[in-house]
Each structure stands twice: as structure tokens, then as C-alpha cells.
């Protein structure tokens, strides 16, 4: 079985620009989650999608976004990039409780 | 408001040495609790849970913790580690069960060093 899988692996823009990345999360499985992680900050909850629609976002600005389709895949957009958004963002998908990670998405905003 | 606090950020042992980290918790509902570890350049891979019955929970690879409610803690112990147990652990705690806000909060996450 498949697990989660994310793309790209990694990711470099320049301020200002926006970035898309990508999660398919494991068959079966209904629920996306988007986490950073950012050197000295941790693990940050960013947003929750389940049967395509958000449930639950962290504390971050408007400028991250993301949406879930049909097929449970989801997108997570970063606009208006800051160098502060440099990150490694882990995509998670999970059937009833247990979190499943993807090897995540490294953004380097230069 | 929920929230995890990992005692140490880095905890560097010797191969075969016994090893315990550290967690502690806070959260007014019931709760599940992990642990997860991270190797360098990787994602984050599920090491073990409670999320009812006994209050120790093992690993494969023989880690155990145990849930004290009473001192809210939620401590990894290995009785002998491993070049190989080289990696960053993270504890971690859900409201999934009850009030389910769809989030997991982590601790800070423990750099555990095993050293030849």
C-alpha cells in the first residue's frame, strides 16, 4: 500500500512569488493535514481538509490557503512568499485517528 | 488549550545504555498521545500510541512508554539504544477522540545522540 506522497521534494522561489505544493494522501483515507516545520519553531498545525472541505486552520495569515478535491489530494498555497516561509511542510492523511506523514516538501525562499 | 513540553532538547547516550525522554502534557479533555520519530532528511514515522486500555504501549523496535494521568506525562523509554535510534523524537498530543479539532500539537521534539 501506498503511503502519503507529497511533491516536489523541494522548492526554491524568491520573495514574493507564490508556491504550490501537493499531497496525495493514503487510499482510503479521508482526512489531509498540512504542518510546518520551521528551524527553532517546531511542528506547526496549518490546516485540517476532510471530504473537501476545511475543518480546522492553525495560526497562520491568510496567504496560506490550500483546498482538497474529489480524489481526497490536496494543495497547499503559499502566496506572497516571505523569507520566514522557508520550511520543510509535511502533508499528513489519516482514516480515524492515527496520522500518517508524507517525507514532506522542503520551500527555500530566497 | 492543549499543549506538550519535551523536558530536553538534546539528550546524548552511549550504545546499549538505557535511555528515557521526557513529556509532559496539559489539555482539559481526554486525550491521545504519540510518539513519533524523524530521521534526518525524512518525515515523521509513528512510534507509538495511547489511545486506551493499558497504559503501556510498545514499540517494534523496543521502545515503550507509559501514560500517568496523575503526572500527566507521556515518557519514551529504551532499555538499550542503538546507533540506529539517532534521530529526532517528537511527543505529541489529539483531542481525535472527543471534541476531535483535527489538530495534533507536538513538543519541541528531543534530539536523542547515541555515540559509539
Known amino acids: 500500500e501506498a503511503g502519503v506522497t507529497q511533491s516536489p521534494t523541494h522548492l526554491i522561489k524568491t520573495r514574493g512569488q507564490q508556491a504550490t505544493l501537493r499531497c496525495s494522501p493514503i487510499?482510503?483515507?479521508?482526512?489531509v493535514y498540512w504542518y510546518q516545520q520551521a528551524l527553532g519553531l517546531g511542528l506547526q498545525f496549518l490546516l485540517w481538509?476532510?471530504?473537501?472541505?476545511?475543518?480546522n486552520r492553525g495560526n497562520f495569515p491568510p496567504r496560506f490557503s490550500g483546498r482538497q478535491f474529489p480524489n481526497y489530494s490536496s494543495e497547499l498555497n503559499v502566496n506572497a512568499l516571505e523569507l520566514e516561509d522557508s520550511a520543510l511542510y509535511l502533508c499528513?492523511?489519516?482514516?480515524?485517528?492515527?496520522?500518517?506523514f508524507g517525507e514532506g516538501s522542503r520551500l527555500t525562499v530566497l | 488549550a492543549q499543549s506538550v513540553t519535551q523536558l530536553d532538547s538534546q539528550v546524548p547516550v552511549f550504545e546499549e545504555a538505557p535511555v528515557e525522554l521526557r513529556c509532559n502534557y496539559s489539555s482539559s479533555v481526554s486525550v491521545y498521545l504519540f510518539w513519533y520519530v524523524q530521521y534526518p532528511n525524512q518525515g515523521l514515522q509513528l512510534l507509538l500510541k495511547?489511545?486506551?486500555?493499558?497504559?503501556l504501549v510498545e514499540s517494534i523496535n523496543g521502545f515503550e512508554a507509559e501514560f500517568n494521568k496523575s503526572q500527566t506525562s507521556f515518557h519514551l523509554r529504551k532499555p538499550s539504544v542503538h546507533i540506529s535510534d539517532t534521530a529526532e523524537y517528537f511527543c505529541?498530543?489529539?483531542?481525535?477522540?472527543?471534541?476531535?479539532?483535527?489538530?495534533?500539537?507536538f513538543g519541541q521534539g528531543t534530539t536523542l545522540q547515541v555515540k559509539p
Open positions: 499528513a492523511s489519516s482514516l480515524v485517528g492515527e496520522l500518517f
Open positions: 505529541a498530543v489529539s483531542d481525535l477522540g472527543s471534541s476531535n479539532t483535527g489538530k495534533l500539537i
Open positions: 481538509y476532510d471530504e473537501g472541505e476545511e475543518r
Open positions: 495511547y489511545l486506551s486500555g493499558s497504559t
Open positions: 487510499s482510503g483515507h479521508t482526512s
